[in-house]
């Protein structure tokens, strides 16, 4: 018997269908949405549009850009284009109603802040910002343009919170390129580091939070890690494994001569090289969340250290290394302001709360466009961003009314309360300029759909939102 024939294991398949009657209701719940965000739009036929992408982008489209989503939609493709390329509507504004949107909903004193960095390939040398840069998508140094990316993380859900485009220094000093793209005059070079603290001023005040998390990244500049202990935050930021630290916790050395002299410093050791030497009791066993293979768990220790800066000593501060319970065990390295008196088990779940943004970023661009845009300026890419992130975040919503990543008995929610499905018209898919035919998103009423325990995108939620959504 095969492991999925088990009678658990189809008691727990059968518990995990969504039937179409879970998701009846979906257009009505969009467009009760969309009337909060809509007027942030300046004119009628903006907020029209608006609304016209928005559903293209949580629809069946396989390419989610401007001209597939008109043509969906039936209408012409220059006001969908215009609106997202360079319409004049301030995103800004309607990424802080997202925000104040989040905190009504899962505002959390223990919740976390995740910055982390995406890259978006790109074939020619005119979008803005773009360069040769390292792309993790593809694993190596390729042509891409480069995001910086703010999420909430809490207990009852995660949401997008914040973006911005990343400017090469070569293009910040390119007067040429920058008119070409329309990079505002008051946009300058930032290091990453200065932009995720930009989106932490701007975001993090009206959000109640316990931690700010990131990569490596975001962890070896000294720099941003006295910003954060300035602001008052605490921060667990992994680091490379070749961080050099001292550790504050072991006996200084005898002086060369027995009796004479002061104590030898502790040297200062990589933290790779410290945690290989310490004995295995050392280590305390940790679960951290249910996972798709099964709870994960990890193996953590923490200790007291400084790192060594350019011409002194840096604050104390606390070295996490964390190591996962598996056949390949992976070890993560992490600096932390919080004192003794935060648990260890504390500061590591803290640190894999992380992922949190890197579902964000797998959701957002396989199930509502973040990555399939046709713009070049600087205002096109903050303006589909903000779109994309918009459409992900009544994702997210559906997801948890649906109960896409269950904590407890592993059962969606169910078809009480739920409304019938709003009646909407349906333009007749017609052929783009190339001769492609833009095809419907799939009539509700069909198979029932899988929904996977904890898949890392919005499976459920984005199969919520394939109904008749063109207006």
């Known amino acids: 018997m095969s492991l999925l024939d088990h009678p658990d294991a189809q008691a727990l398949l059968a518990d995990a269908v969504l039937t179409p009657e879970a998701v009846r209701g979906c257009e009505g719940r969009l467009a009760a949405f969309l009337e909060r965000y809509l007027p942030r739009f300046r004119r009628v036929e903006q907020r029209h549009n608006a609304a016209l992408v928005i559903r293209g982008l949580l629809g069946g489209l396989r390419r989610k850009t401007c001209e597939p989503i008109a043509v969906e939609a039936g209408v012409h493709r220059k006001p969908i284009q215009f609106l997202v390329g360079a319409g004049r509507w301030d995103d800004e504004a309607v990424m802080a109603e997202l925000r104040r949107h989040v905190a009504e909903e899962l505002g959390d004193d223990r919740a976390v802040l995740a910055i982390d960095a995406t890259t978006f390939p790109k074939s020619g040398a005119d979008s803005c910002g773009v360069g040769r840069q390292w792309c993790g998508r593809l694993g190596k140094q390729e042509n891409c343009q480069r995001g910086i990316f703010l999420a909430y993380a809490a207990a009852r859900g995660y949401a997008p919170l914040d973006r911005r485009l990343y400017l090469p220094k070569d293009w910040a000093g390119d007067a040429a390129r920058r008119a070409r793209c329309h990079v505002p005059e008051d946009v300058d070079f930032r290091e990453g580091w200065r932009i995720a603290a930009d989106l932490i001023e701007r975001s993090g005040p009206g959000l109640p939070h316990a931690w700010v998390v990131g990569d490596d990244e975001f962890g070896r500049p000294a720099r941003f890690r006295a910003w954060l202990r300035g602001r008052g935050e605490r921060y667990v930021l992994d680091v490379p494994s070749d961080t050099v630290v001292r550790d504050l916790e072991r006996p200084r050395p005898p002086s060369r001569r027995a009796g004479h002299g002061r104590p030898r410093a502790v040297p200062f050791r990589r933290v790779d090289t410290w945690a290989t030497d310490q004995p295995e009791g050392r280590w305390v066993r940790l679960t951290i969340r249910a996972g798709e293979k099964g709870p994960l768990r990890v193996d953590a220790m923490a200790v007291r250290v ?92 559906e997801r948890r009314r649906i109960g896409g990543e269950n904590q407890g008995d592993h059962r969606v929610a169910g078809a009480r309360g739920l409304h019938p499905v709003a009646e909407v018209s349906r333009a007749e898919p017609r052929a783009d300029r190339r001769g492609a035919v833009a095809r419907p998103a799939a009539e509700g009423g069909g198979a029932d759909l899988p929904l996977a325990r904890g898949h890392r995108s919005l499976p459920a939620a984005a199969a919520a939102t394939r109904y008749r959504l063109i207006t």
């Open 306 to 397: 400084r790192t060594r800066l350019e011409h002194r000593l840096g604050p104390e501060e606390r070295l996490v290394v964390m190591r996962t319970v598996a056949a390949e065990p992976e070890t993560h390295y992490a600096l932390s302001d919080a004192g003794p008196e935060v648990p260890l088990e504390e500061l590591v779940r803290a640190r894999f709360a992380r992922h949190k943004i890197e579902e964000v970023f797998e959701a957002a661009k396989g199930e509502v466009g973040l990555a399939q845009y046709e713009v070049r300026s600087w205002v096109g890419w903050h303006h589909h961003v903000t779109l994309s992130l918009l459409a992900l975040w009544f994702l997210c919503r």
